[in-house]
């Protein structure tokens, strides 16, 4: 997020002379120097501010797999307040809609330790210090496209925020199995809410944002 750059307040009216005319000539040159100065360095001062903040803004990447739209809503909701970029983690083959069909496709995911394929993501994930890990909690964890996510872009010791939507299972065991997958990562506390609740729960998430030192 950028900043605006104030510089110290100028006069915009002659000053009166002092002393003799070659001691006001001396005093209106020097003043024109300043003023020359300080209007070249503003353009200096914007450019490097807007540098600062598009640096900050990509070391930070919000990564979410989502199903019925509450984890990417969740995932926006960040981003407004961090400035960070997005990337979806998209399956090749996307999961049914019907809600029986994609629980019992989830359980026998989970049973069976799959893997299910997944788009390449841009943008890519290894340009970036800190990763927010945004998904539904399935079965009692992340669903297994963050799996993928997770081997196919190793975090390495990046920073590790996981987010989470849920109805009634907060997040599970997830924290756990994200400890398990990627062990050096700097795993910071987690976020949750129930997929009903997304819609207003920015000042929940600001707050957490501030406790963690990032925004």
Known sequence: MSQK????????????????????RREFLRSAALGAIAVATVPLLRGHMAHAATTGGRSMLIVYFSHSGNTRRLAACIQRLTGGDMAQITPLTPYPQDYDAVVELA???QRRNVRPPIAAMQPDP???????????????????PVATFLENYPV??????????????RLGKSEQDL????????LLKGFEV????????????KAWLSELGLI
């Open 5 to 24: 750059t104030s510089l110290p307040p100028t006069t915009d009216h002659p000053t009166a002379p002092h002393g003799n005319g070659r001691r006001s």
């Open 107 to 109: 359980r026998q995911e």
């Open 156 to 169: 390495g010791n990046k920073t590790l925020v996981p987010f989470c939507t849920h109805e009634g299972s």
């Open 179 to 186: 400890r398990r997958l990627c062990p050096q990562a700097r």
């Open 126 to 144: 290894a340009a970036y210090d800190t990763l927010f890990l945004g998904y539904p909690n399935w079965w009692g964890t992340f669903p297994m």
């Open 194 to 205: 129930r997929g009903s609740r997304v819609d207003g729960t920015e000042p929940s998430v």
